[in-house]
């Protein structure tokens, strides 16, 4: 399967951005780039998902390199309660086969 | 988004009975869900895929007899855990993907299961 590299963890003051990266240098030309996050003991929370564009919404925006070997999540103003971990996954386009095989993802803790 | 319900949200058996947990596209059609696992602190392991009408796609190491799975609608899947055991006890999360449009995939809220 696809693999994506983050980093383990990463801190970030309140009412600062969070930039998360996100490296997939295997990732295929139909394969979508996908963000989930985790709060504890929940299930993992869309976020944003782009292709090749640079993509926003109101949670997030995403930043995808020319290359598609790289993506950068946007949290423009974290919050105490963007603390999460934060999932980088391919997803293939328009099948309905395909694993979303999550890493070890980034955990993102948001202080005072 | 989609939404993707679940139920129970947490479920205590005594070992070796059975447990159910079943799983809902609430408004979309889902062809495929899928079941993941996961143990505190580590990431979502995925046990199964499973196919409206078909029989489900096990990974390697997951015992199908154990964690039967049924798929009969397209809006519904149940993860049966047979006589289950202590070390069953975990977190399992259902997911549902999206064709139409955008594809996609949505994860329930998860079901925690302690055996004792």
């Known amino acids: 399967d696809a693999k994506t590299t983050q980093p383990p963890s990463m801190d970030c003051a309140e009412g600062r951005a969070a930039n998360l990266p996100c490296n997939h240098s295997?990732?295929?030309?139909?394969?979508?780039v996908y963000w989930y996050r985790q709060i504890h003991s929940q299930g993992p929370q869309y976020i944003i998902h782009g292709l090749k564009n640079n993509e926003t919404n109101e949670m997030a925006s995403l930043i995808i390199t020319e290359d598609r070997k790289s993506s950068t999540l946007i949290l423009p103003h974290a919050t105490l309660r963007d603390t999460a971990v934060y999932y980088c996954i391919f997803f293939p386009g328009g099948t309905s086969y395909g694993k979303l095989t999550f890493g070890q993802g980034t955990i993102l803790t948001v202080h005072p | 988004g989609a939404v993707v319900s679940q139920h129970p949200s947490r479920v205590i058996c005594k070992s070796g009975t059975s447990v159910k947990i079943e799983c809902r596209s609430l408004?979309?059609?889902?062809?495929?869900m899928f079941w993941y696992r996961q143990f505190p602190k580590q990431s979502l392991m995925l046990m199964a895929t499973?196919?409206?009408?078909?029989?489900?796609?096990?990974e390697q190491g997951v015992e199908k007899d154990k964690f039967l799975i049924n798929h009969a609608s397209l809006t519904l899947s149940t993860l049966t855990v047979t006589s289950a055991h202590p070390e069953d006890s975990s977190f399992y999360i259902c997911s549902a993907r999206v064709l139409a449009g955008v594809p996609g995939q949505y994860f329930g809220p998860g079901t925690r299961l302690l055996v004792l």
């Open positions: 295997t990732i295929s030309g139909n394969e979508y």
């Open positions: 408004d979309f059609q889902a062809t495929t």
């Open positions: 499973s196919n409206e009408g078909s029989k489900a796609t096990y």
